[in-house]
């Protein structure tokens, strides 16, 4: 092959014997260079972790996409969250991998016009990432040596492929020598460019599937959860038999998941600890088998984000088995003036909840099983708030370490510090499963059927109209309890004709849910949801 196959077209003359690499061959040695230190950082980072030498912040990655989502203006976070739901950090993954290839890149054809500006810039990229790591929960310096140790190889491998031969001097200047020839150059470039790139990807390969997640999934494995001593009674007919309708209740595999945790916190039984403090008369401090020897109610209880749009589908259903906050509460004994409790992940995520709503006889419960399993790890292994009749970021606190008994003129949590309501009830909602938008139906008995929350209200009714035309009372499936979702179906004799149907709830209270348009900033949704159908002969 012709050495000057690999260069630029138009590159200015120089010395025969000296190869220098093309644009887009330079942007590959930046890729490869940057890829080997990357990957390189992120093994050791599994490997320190598996170790218990470092934490969850050593994986560049990791902590690189945290403060990503942590300096998200709010208006990109919802846009996320309601555009990719549950994928949200899929999104995120390929968005920070597409950045860091076109930095990478981008050094790469620096480091051909001149090298030392290239390390410069590769150096700038470690001091963020090294910020990143330092800036994360729990973190150390400790948590920095998988970024230098991946960083100084990154760099040498770089020095190495853009140095100019025989002059590690001219390299730096970036200056053109006639030097000992180009062909050892593009030999040594090729050589190590390929040596690097077999070495990022057995790195890669090897922090991608050696489980840094063992932990977790070994302690979830060994329990045994002990016997609920309070059971719900649920009765036969809670569910409607309607295809397409959402399953009454949601398996844990589909259980809608949104947390500000880039990887999911890995947390264990035995090391788990929570600690009641704060405005109280006595501190307490319980770990595991204290939790789950103490008498444990079942309930089920919907779950709803803030997040979700009218018609959404950020709410699920579960049974969950857990122990009564209010009897917690009351063995610390709240203090005068307390009006908040504030509740704190192990990831440093916060949460105020109205202390009323802990105490006032409803369901609140620390939770240790979701459906009859444990705590699946992404909802919050071993431990979770869930309290019924407020969205998730004002009580269903994840991974929950921390219940500090307080006021809410004393503090605020991640989202209320973000224009996000501290008082959140959950409002009444209703949606339609079938039919599906822009359906098309014969003429006849179409079923429409859905389901409708107002938890701690209660569903006491669902209507339909179709056209603007009456509200027409809707089958309602058994109920469960108030903090529990219900199942709805209408059957509609359709006529021809492009038509819209629209439903609505009516609570425990008799109020409808709210026809106003409005979105979910700052305390949730509110309109009708709605469908529009053709149906022909
Ligand atoms: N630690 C932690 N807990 C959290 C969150 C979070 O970001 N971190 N998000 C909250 C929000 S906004 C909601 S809606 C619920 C969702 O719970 P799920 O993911 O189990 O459905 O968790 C809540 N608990
Ligand atoms: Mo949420």
Redesign the pocket.
Known sequence: MNTDSLTTPGAPAREPSTWRPGVGVAALGGLVSIGLGLALAELLAVLGGRLSLTGAAASPLTSLGQSFIGLTPEWLKQFAISTFGQNDKVALTVGMGVTVAIAAAVIGIVARWRLTVAVVVAAALLVVAGIAILTRTGSGPVDLLPLVIGGVAGVALLITLFRRAGDPEAALTGEVHSGSGGRADRRRFLQWAGIGAAGAAVAGVAARFLPNSAQSAASRGSITLPTPTDVQQIASDVALDVPGLTPFVTDNAN???????FVV?QLTTQGWQLRIHGLVDREITLDFDALTGRPALQRMIT?????NPVGGD?A?NATWQGVRLADLLAEAGPQDGADCVLST???G?T?TTPLAALTDGRDALLAYAMNGEPLPV???FPV?MVVPGL???V??????VDLEVTKFADVSA??TDRGWAAQAPIKTASRIDVPASFANLPVGTVTVAGVAWAQHRGVAKVQVRVDKGEWQDATLSGDVSVDTWRQWEWQWPADRGQHTIECRAIDGNGDAQAEQVVGTVPDGATGLDSRVVTVTV
Do not use: I, M, N
């Open positions: 259980f809608y998941r949104v947390d500000t945790a916190p779950l709803t984000c803030v997040s950020l699920g992940s192990v990831d995520f949460v992404e909802h919050g979770r969205y998730g970021y009580s269903a606190t994840k991974w929950v991640y989202w």
